[in-house]
């Protein structure tokens, strides 16, 4: 940041808004707009991938569905000739290689979820491993995988009876260990093939919904099912199975593994990162939601692509060693997040709290009541603020799920509250106002004209109530800001943001069209505590009070002052108006 000068930004912000306002206004790209919804977006569309970062794959979508299509009639073909060759007892053990597939998704999955819920109850933060990703790997990973090899195993005893009773009746020479033997030589080879028929069903769908990403289950199947074609397949049925080869497993796995290894890691990194910021209102997700999303990812990923790998565990004496490894990655992982060895949070990695000096005028529009100022702590990632709570003793704060804040924006369902000297750093010739001009019906409609006055704010937020009113518009002077026309709504609420520079206005004109539905409050409703709401305004001033001074000066090392865009300043003044105005 020190090398930052002002000048250079300012110079590169005049270039862009320059180039944005260009841009903007050029017929061109409305042109290209409607030219491109005229033309096919398959002949456009493109796949592409890189190869360990280093070598970039590009084809059109066009050729990939054709190739995707070739692949899929070619393994169908293959696979029903097999089927039809082997008959009845082929056709079941097909049947229970197929289950085997739903069995390793369901344990890998349960397991890893098991955990997930588990982790809020025994570590500091929900999420412990946001600041060290690498600790999915056992937090999720090897419960996965154990889960996984669980799953395929009792798939893999179904088939052992199976094989075992056919071979019983075709194969009465074989007997004792000699028979257990070959039977389990049979299992492990229809364990090995059931990954083909997972990734071929996720060629299908992927290829019918022209998903980008088919090229990912494209290259599990085919590379596998070459390997497998060039250094194990049978011409006769007559011949007995024979082990399979380890270098079977290292071609079939190259391709695959260097291919798509670092995206699934990209991925888990992206989830990570991305649930930690999920929560639009603060405390309204509940603490494991986070963890189950990573788990069941991580958990997809393990079972799809280890499918080859164990199918090479279960006839070997490996069995015992695989647990005790990942049953060891598991406790370490497990001891390093719940003991906060390793914390959940860094400097560098920090936990996003916000910290607001809120003034709420929301109730006095009667001019009767004093504003109710208060400092609010919040944070968007998931967790109480109990760690942060630590080192702010004595600055009197209280948390829970009743210090609800509205923010317009968005609402704190789950923040801390004190009103230790909130009753400086500001004043009430700063305080926002939204006063009815007039307020007139005809027989086609009510019409209500409000006055924004955001005093010396520049940064505001407005919410309107969609479910009483139709339409709006806001201007400035002769300048209408909103026009009529287009308005979404998010919760029955259209919510504006403004921002502007020094000189930015801060006084508006609301005009309201009220709906022919509207409900109008009751007068219970318009006399309760809580009274329904016409519209809403937040203003931000970007000033510190001595209080939030004080509170982010105590603040952990490991938090940070940080705020999505919808996030109020340090000092945020509320108002509204009441829907019986």
């Known amino acids: 940041m020190e090398l930052l000068k002002p000048g250079s930004l300012q110079h590169n912000g005049e270039n862009m808004l320059a180039f944005l306002l260009h841009a903007a206004s050029s017929p061109k790209f409305m042109k290209d707009a409607h030219q491109a919804k005229q033309e096919s977006t398959e002949q456009k569309k493109a796949i592409f991938f890189d190869i360990l970062g280093k070598y970039m794959v590009v084809y059109p979508q066009r050729l990939a569905t054709m190739f995707h299509n070739s692949i899929i009639f070619q393994s169908l073909l293959i696979w029903g000739t097999s089927l039809l060759m082997g008959g009845r007892p082929g056709l079941m053990s097909f049947g229970i290689s197929c289950l085997s597939i739903i069995l390793t998704l369901i ?13 809020p109850h025994i570590c ?25 090899f669980i799953g395929q195993h009792f798939g893999f005893i179904l088939l052992k009876r199976h094989i075992q009773e056919v071979y019983s009746r075709t194969k009465p020479g074989l007997t004792g260990n ?10 492990e080879r229809w364990i090995f093939k059931s990954g083909f ?8 769908v992927g290829t019918y919904l022209k998903v980008g990403a088919s090229y990912i289950a494209l290259i599990w199947l085919v590379s596998p099912a070459f390997a497998y074609g060039l250094m194990e397949a049978t011409l006769t049925p007559v ?45 309204g997700l509940p603490d494991w939601l986070g ?54 949070f860094t400097e560098d990695i920090a936990r996003s709290v916000n910290v607001v000096h809120v003034v709420d005028t929301t109730r006095t529009n009667d001019g009767n009541t004093e504003p109710l100022s208060y400092v609010s702590l919040f944070s968007n990632m998931p967790g109480k603020l109990t760690q942060e ?75 309107i109530n969609m479910q009483e009113i139709d339409d709006f518009t806001v201007q400035v002077e002769s300048d209408k800001l909103v026009q009529l026309g287009g308005k979404s709504e998010v919760d029955g609420w259209h919510t504006i943001q403004f921002a502007g520079g020094k000189n930015a206005p801060t006084k508006f004109q609301l005009t309201l069209f009220w ?31 001595p209080m939030v001074e004080t509170v982010l000066e105590k603040l952990p090392r490991w938090c940070a002052a940080f705020g999505k865009s919808t996030s109020p300043y340090t000092l945020a003044f509320l108002t509204a108006l009441p829907v019986n105005i």
């Open 178 to 187: 000699t028979m257990d033997y070959i039977v389990g030589l049979e299992a």
């Open 107 to 119: 344990f890998s999955i349960f397991l890893p979820v098991v955990v997930a819920f588990a982790l």
């Open 389 to 463: 709570l630590m080192d702010l003793r004595g600055e009197e704060f209280s948390c829970g799920k009743n210090m609800t804040t509205d923010f317009v924006t968005f609402t704190v369902k789950y923040g801390c509250r004190s009103y230790k000297g909130s009753s400086t750093g500001w004043s009430k010739s700063e305080v926002p106002v939204l006063h009815v001009e007039s307020d007139s019906a005809t027989d086609d409609a009510r019409r209500t004209v409000v006055s924004v006055d955001t005093k010396s704010s520049t940064r505001w937020s407005l919410a």
């Open 291 to 344: 963890n189950v999303v990573v788990a069941v990812a991580i958990a997809i990923v393990v079972s799809f692509t280890f499918v080859y790998l164990l199918s090479y565990v279960h006839i070997s004496g490996a069995k015992k060693t695989l647990l005790s490894v990942l049953c060891a990655f598991f406790g370490l992982a497990l001891v390093l997040v719940s003991s906060g060895i390793v914390p959940a």
């Open 239 to 283: 011949r007995s199975p024979k082990q399979l080869k380890v270098f079977t497993l290292v071609l079939a796995l190259a391709v695959p593994v260097m291919s798509s290894a670092g995206l699934f890691i990209r991925l888990v990194d992206v989830m990570v990162g991305s649930i930690v910021r999920a929560d639009r209102n603060p405390g």
């Open 124 to 148: 500091p933060f929900p999420v412990p491993f946001v600041g060290n990703p690498w600790l999915v790997i056992g937090l999720f990973g090897s419960p996965a995988l154990l889960g996984a």
């Open 197 to 204: 028929v997972q990734w071929l069903i996720v060629l299908i």
């Open 515 to 545: 709906s022919s539905k509207a409900t109008q409050a009751s007068p219970k409703e318009a006399n309760a505590e809580d009274p329904p709401l016409l519209v809403k305004l937040r203003t931000d001033v970007n000033r510190v009070t």
